[in-house]
């Protein structure tokens, strides 16, 4: 009696192997497919902030991930920094981040991460008072930080992090 029960209960082990083992198989073929099935990136510039002639894009966009290059506050296609000190440049910088997003098919909402370079930390309470007024109910994760030195002799500079719908 007690030999029925162990076979019972062997062939009962054996068919939960055999299934934890198929499923295991499918499992690691389906992970195989989406591995080898390489990321589409593209290297975009849309020239309606920045001119021409960097020797970065813009932005570059990994399949449904947008990230944008640092932006500061210059009038679009020039490199002229607004007039006005950290809030008009913090304005102008924001305004040039809206710009490439929507020249790249994002919003200010598909933003999720922001890192924020300010030439005197001390600033920051002003920026962020702008920079509260770009983003609707929910903000971007963020990081901000004092820098020593940015591009053009700017008061600000805020690269972004986008995620948009499946292309």
């Excluded at 020797?55 to 990994?62: D, M, N, Y």
């Excluded at 305004?95 to 930390?121: F, P, Q």
Aim: proline share 3%; net charge neutral; charged share 20%.
């Amino acid at each position: 009696m007690s030999k029925a029960r162990f076979n019972v209960g062997f062939q009962d082990e054996t068919k939960m192997t055999r299934a934890f083992l198929l499923s295991l198989f499918c499992l690691t073929l389906l992970a195989g497919c989406a591995s080898t099935q390489q990321p589409r990136v593209e290297h975009l510039n849309s020239g309606k902030v920045l001119p021409d002639g960097f020797p970065f894009s813009e932005a570059v966009r990994v399949d449904n991930t947008l990230y944008l290059s640092g932006m500061v506050g210059v009038k679009p296609q020039t490199l002229e920094l607004v007039s006005g000190g950290i809030e008009a440049e913090s304005h102008q910088t924001m305004k040039n981040i809206r710009l490439m997003l929507e020249a790249h098919g994002a919003s200010m909402a598909d933003v999720v991460k922001c890192v924020v370079m300010l030439a005197d930390i001390s600033e920051w309470g002003t920026f962020n008072q702008v920079y509260k007024t770009y983003f609707k109910d929910r903000y971007p994760a963020r990081s901000a930080l004092g820098a020593n030195g940015l591009a053009l002799g700017a008061r600000v500079e805020v690269e972004c992090l986008a995620v948009t719908q499946e292309r």
